[in-house]
């Protein structure tokens, strides 16, 4: 994959533990207080701003389904989010998340659902013009089944290996990933 093909028609999906913020390890971001940005990441998401028609999170939530965080304060957890990245000058359009337990739920990644649900939310989306960044094989997944390019993060399982089938590129951390992107062409 040739980072100089992407222009402002694509769409960035972006996986967010993990990847926006510290993944706590067999456990949950279950406050605001627990959500922690990675280095880097305000700025990264200010310089993909311009990059990108459409920028979406998708996100796997099990810790609302297993009763241990609401919605409302999950959205409470993203409000917060979204504005210190907003202040930064970055941008998230929509926020999608699947809080359900079971593995086979259309919407939980690996499948597609929330892929899906973005495109219906914005037609203008062309998957095979879009990237997702995740720090799992799972997201890596989503990404091919929707026929989405896939940017692997090696913030959280950096033994995952590379090159692998469902890994179009590999990066350290989101703002490794956004420089490499506003390199001079």
Request: negative net charge; proline residues 5%; glycine residues 6%.
């Amino acid at each position: 994959m040739d980072l100089q093909q992407i222009d402002s028609s694509w769409t960035l999906f972006l996986d967010r533990d993990g990847v926006i913020n510290i993944e706590k390890k067999n456990d949950y971001v279950v406050s605001w207080e627990d959500f922690i940005f990675y280095e880097g990441v305000t700025e990264a998401l200010q310089l993909l701003n311009p990059l990108f028609r459409t920028i979406v999170i998708v996100t796997n939530q099990k810790c609302i389904g297993k009763g241990l965080l609401t919605t409302e304060g999950l959205l409470h957890i993203h409000s917060q989010m979204l504005n210190k990245i907003n202040t930064a000058g970055g941008r998230i359009d929509k926020i999608y998340f699947c809080p359900d337990l079971e593995d086979d739920s259309p919407n939980r990644k690996p499948n597609a659902g929330m892929a899906f649900q973005a495109k219906a939310d914005f037609p203008h989306i062309n998957f095979s013009k879009s990237l997702m960044v995740g720090n799992k094989l799972s997201d890596m997944q989503f990404g091919k089944t929707a026929g989405i390019n896939t940017v692997f993060m090696a913030t959280t399982n950096p033994e995952t290996p590379y090159p692998h089938p469902l890994v179009d590129l590999r990066f350290n951390s989101l703002i490794d990933f956004a420089r490499a992107l506003t390199q001079p062409k």
